[in-house]
């Protein structure tokens, strides 16, 4: 049996190979799971993706399965709930941040309809095909991303800089940054 090719930053852990062959550059249209990978790349901010990859199933429980309209009515109490959790990321300042992204996320919904149809209109609801050989290709922020950072931000997100806007793209198949020689690039399904 041949072993599929893969974009090199999937290496070889179990966790990671699933995530890259089933989620990572997929386009995403459901509200709540666009929500839950912008609070997530939020989390990963100074840490490892791997990291934010173990804890993900913690955090959906302690986070109500990432439904903004839950995430946003946390107080304080909900905050310190979260702060014993082990099994999450325990940072006050990205912790009371997804509350406030839940309140902007719902704004949004309010006002276009879905934060799906907000934010894919960046990109004329296609994602953007990169055609990219090497890694080393990829870059961390676009003039793309940076727009919609500082929008994201003037509408009141936090953890929304260029980087984590760029890593939520990638994540959520706005752009497909997947190696040509990748599989998934080739069989065309980011």
């Known amino acids: 049996m041949c072993e599929k090719s893969r974009c090199s930053w999937a290496g070889d852990l179990p966790i990671y190979i699933d995530y890259h062959d089933n989620e990572w550059g997929r386009p995403v249209h459901d509200d709540d799971k666009l929500f839950e990978m912008l609070i997530l790349e ?9 990291t934010v990859l173990k804890k993900r199933e913690a955090f959906r429980e302690a ?40 309140q902007a996320f719902l704004k949004i919904q309010e006002k276009y309809g879905s934060f799906h149809k907000f934010i894919w209109a960046y990109v004329n609801d296609t994602p953007i095909q990169n055609h990219w050989e090497k890694m080393e290709q990829v870059p961390a922020t676009t003039p793309l991303s940076d727009r919609i950072s500082k929008d994201l931000k003037k509408m009141g997100f936090r953890f929304v800089g260029s980087t984590i806007v760029y890593a939520f793209m990638q994540a959520t198949g706005m752009v497909n940054d997947h190696m040509t020689e990748c599989f998934v690039y080739q069989e065309g399904k980011a």
């Open 42 to 50: 939020g989390m990963q901010a100074g840490l490892s993706w791997l």
């Open 63 to 102: 986070f109500d399965g990432f439904q903004p309209g839950k995430v946003a009515l946390y107080d304080e109490r909900k905050i310190q709930e979260l702060l014993a959790n082990e099994g999450i990321i325990r940072n006050r300042l990205k912790l009371n941040a997804a509350v406030t992204n839940a």
